[in-house]
């Protein structure tokens, strides 16, 4: 029987270019018992060259992430923001980020839900739950679920579509002013916000086939072309402490584990 989400909130990421994809999604959406929401920047403002001068920092995004954004990119990462912002000035205690070119069966997430309440939505520290796959996660820290469906910290991952509490959505709002950090790049998120990050194994939300993404288009396109020093210096220097990390400490003692099938 499904628990009270009257507390939870889902907010899809969807331009209002996109009607075919909110279309597919509130045909689910629609049938659960969550209240949820269509959400969108306004480009012709936030992405006007006023607008992008005013809400990114250009030179930060070159430091750390060795380029800077496609439009595509900074559309979602504020987009993101957006809803951070939305979500915090609400009464609910946590909120379901989807980007629109996802999906889910809706009992799979109703089940992950209810156990998810019971053992794990009452955490007021920063954090954030991935339901779309991970990179790796640590084994030894993960929990069943359902009996298909298990919780574990994540180590590395990129996600579309997460559960996000009022504290980490506060934190990440305050650390990525200038929207130098990429809305979906847990890695730093981890690192400069102090997010707890947590993955459902294996992933209930998968990417909807029938549409294609621009981001992931976009990211695969672009061309690290203009690093600086400070970037360069600073991947070298966190990829030995992180390769030293993971195999003196984590595969030996939380059982690290990549997720080669995406699942």
């Known amino acids: 029987m499904a628990k009270n989400f009257s507390k939870i909130h889902i907010y899809v990421m969807n331009p209002p270019k996109f009607l075919d994809r909110r279309a597919s999604l509130e045909k689910i959406l629609s049938e659960l018992n969550f209240n949820y929401s269509f959400i969108s920047i306004n480009d ?7 607008g992008i001068n005013k809400n990114h920092n250009k030179q930060k995004t070159l430091n750390s992430f060795g380029r800077d954004f496609s439009r595509g990119e900074l559309a979602s990462t504020l987009n993101h923001l957006h809803a951070y912002e939305v979500f915090s000035k609400s009464e609910n205690d946590f909120a ?4 629109d070119d996802q999906y889910f069966e809706k009992e799979e997430f109703t089940s992950i839900f209810n156990a998810l309440i019971q053992s794990h939505l009452h955490n007021d520290s920063p954090s954030v739950i991935l339901l779309t796959p991970v990179i790796s996660y640590m084994e030894r820290t993960s929990k069943n679920l359902t009996s298909k469906f298990k919780l574990a910290k994540v180590f590395e991952a990129w996600g579309q579509a997460y559960i996000i509490n009022r504290t ?3 934190k990440i709002i305050k ?8 809305a979906d790049d847990w890695v730093r998120y981890k690192r400069y916000a102090g997010i707890d990050l947590y993955g459902v194994i294996p992933a209930p939300i998968r990417t909807n086939v029938t549409f294609s993404s621009n981001l992931l288009s976009e990211r695969r396109l672009s061309k690290r072309t ?3 020093i400070k970037f360069a210096l600073k991947k070298i220097s966190y990829k030995i402490f992180k390769d030293l990390y993971k195999f003196f400490f984590l595969y030996p003692f939380m059982k690290l584990k ?3 099938n995406g699942f």
């Open 168 to 170: 980490a959505a506060k």
């Open 175 to 182: 650390v990525n002013q200038g929207s130098w950090i990429i």
């Open 258 to 260: 990549r997720n080669k």
């Open 96 to 99: 379901v980020i989807i980007e």
């Open 44 to 50: 012709e403002i936030e992405l006007s060259p006023e």
């Open 226 to 228: 203009n690093k600086t």
